[in-house]
């Protein structure tokens, strides 16, 4: 319903702010109160459901694995099968603070994935399995801090470095590294990136032998915040979060709907009015009898 | 009871007022039915959660 005494300036300009950012189509417009109440309740929900789903219940793609011998999609080769995600159509709606999900989705489908090579050293934290690449492979849980570092300064598809290991029993090893390497695709939803590289170690009897090192390091915050991710990192966040995970990205989802609500009283001006009409009584009100002499 | 059901209640708040927001300009009008919308819904949400509290036993 358009007031006179509602002053919307350039609608279209107005419902444009109010997408890119939730309260900046009224701030432009002078509606300083609407626009204060927008921007908090909106981005504050957002906030929320995203610390709520440890910050990363947004994004735009489901990767599925379609290379049949790359045991995960981190460490596919071609381009992955994606698939839309709809919850992501409502969380767009909220604006600037889910757009880098459209960025992170192009630097996938734009980036080839070389994932056995190494760009340049890593230096990060360790968590996964030592195993012996032939006879029972047994395997051992390992943490630690790992070294990497390609065997030339341009890249190489061969890593050498070290890994200061603590094993399951807290007892401390430093292992080297060297030989082929499979890294996890750099862009990828998830803040572990996948390593696979061969380790000189030791058998029990004290012999030389070449192990298996499976794992993941770190990944930089700009390279998996709400970046397309798999079905495996899905299971992932919700073991570790629980309930969290889901609630938090409803809750996104709610923002951005909310903020539509907002993009439209930005374009056209409140539904019901200025708020000071006179309120019409329901026609299924029944109407006092009148009296009859 | 779940620290889960208590979001509600800041998640209804906020709600109410960017929806009462949308229908009225009016900062009085907009605060008024705001307040109402959040009471209704958590009254609502009240009953429904001793309705399903009551089934569950």
């Given at each position: 319903m358009k007031d006179p005494r509602v002053r919307l300036r350039n609608p279209v300009v107005a419902a444009l702010l109010a997408f890119a950012i939730p309260g900046a189509g009224h701030w432009y417009q002078g509606r300083r109160f609407k626009a204060a109440i927008y921007s908090v309740c909106i981005l504050t929900i957002f906030v929320w459901g995203m610390i709520l789903g440890g910050g990363q219940p947004v994004y735009s793609q489901l990767i599925y694995r379609s290379e049949g011998m790359a045991?995960?999609?981190?460490?596919?080769?071609?381009?992955?099968?994606?698939?839309?995600?709809?919850?992501?159509?409502?969380?767009?709606?909220?604006?600037?603070?889910?757009?880098?999900?459209?960025?992170?989705?192009?630097?996938?489908?734009?980036?080839?994935?070389?994932?056995?090579?190494?760009?340049?050293?890593?230096?990060?934290?360790?968590?996964?399995?030592?195993?012996?690449?032939?006879?029972?492979?047994?395997?051992?849980?390992?943490?630690?801090?790992?070294?990497?570092?390609?065997?030339?300064?341009?890249?190489?598809?061969?890593?050498?470095?070290?890994?200061?290991?603590?094993?399951?029993?807290?007892s401390v090893r430093d292992y080297s590294l060297g030989g082929d390497i499979k890294l996890g695709r750099?862009?990828?939803?998830?803040?572990?990136?996948?390593?696979?590289?061969?380790?000189?170690?030791?058998?029990?009897?004290?012999?030389?032998?070449?192990?298996?090192?499976?794992?993941?390091?770190?990944?930089?915050?700009?390279?998996?915040?709400?970046?397309?991710?798999?079905?495996?990192?899905?299971?992932?966040?919700?073991?570790?979060?629980?309930?969290?995970?889901?609630?938090?990205?409803?809750?996104?989802?709610?923002?951005?709907?909310?903020?539509?609500?907002?993009?439209?009283?930005?374009?056209?001006?409140?539904?019901?009015?200025?708020?000071?009409?006179?309120?019409?009584?329901?026609?299924?009100?029944?109407?006092?009898?009148?009296?009859?002499? | 009871m779940q620290l889960a059901v208590v979001y509600a209640i800041p998640l209804t708040a906020g709600i109410s007022l960017v929806y009462c927001a949308s229908r009225f300009e009016m900062p009085e009008k907009i605060v008024r039915s705001a307040v109402l919308m959040f009471v209704k819904t958590i009254a609502a949400l009240v009953a429904l959660y001793l309705i399903l509290l009551y089934l569950s036993r």
């Open positions: 045991p995960t999609a981190q460490l596919q080769a071609s381009a992955p099968r994606m698939k839309f995600s709809f919850g992501y159509a409502a969380q767009v709606l909220v604006g600037a603070p889910a757009w880098p999900a459209i960025i992170q989705e192009m630097r996938i489908r734009n980036t080839d994935a070389r994932i056995d090579w190494i760009d340049g050293p890593i230096e990060s934290d360790f968590q996964g399995l030592l195993s012996s690449e032939f006879g029972d492979r047994t395997s051992k849980i390992v943490t630690g801090t790992i070294s990497l570092n390609p065997a030339n300064e341009q890249g190489s598809s061969i890593a050498t470095g070290t890994l200061h290991a603590v094993l399951a029993d807290e750099e862009v990828f939803g998830s803040p572990r990136r996948e390593v696979r590289c061969f380790v000189a170690g030791q058998d029990d009897e004290g012999r030389e032998v070449r192990l298996q090192l499976e794992g993941s390091v770190s990944r930089s915050f700009v390279d998996w915040f709400q970046a397309p991710r798999d079905t495996l990192e899905l299971d992932r966040l919700n073991g570790a979060l629980s309930q969290n995970f889901d609630i938090g990205s409803v809750f996104t989802w709610i923002a951005g709907l909310l903020n539509l609500l907002a993009i439209w009283d930005a374009a056209e001006g409140p539904a019901y009015g200025y708020g000071d009409e006179e309120e019409i009584p329901d026609d299924d009100e029944p109407t006092p009898a009148k009296k009859t002499d | -």
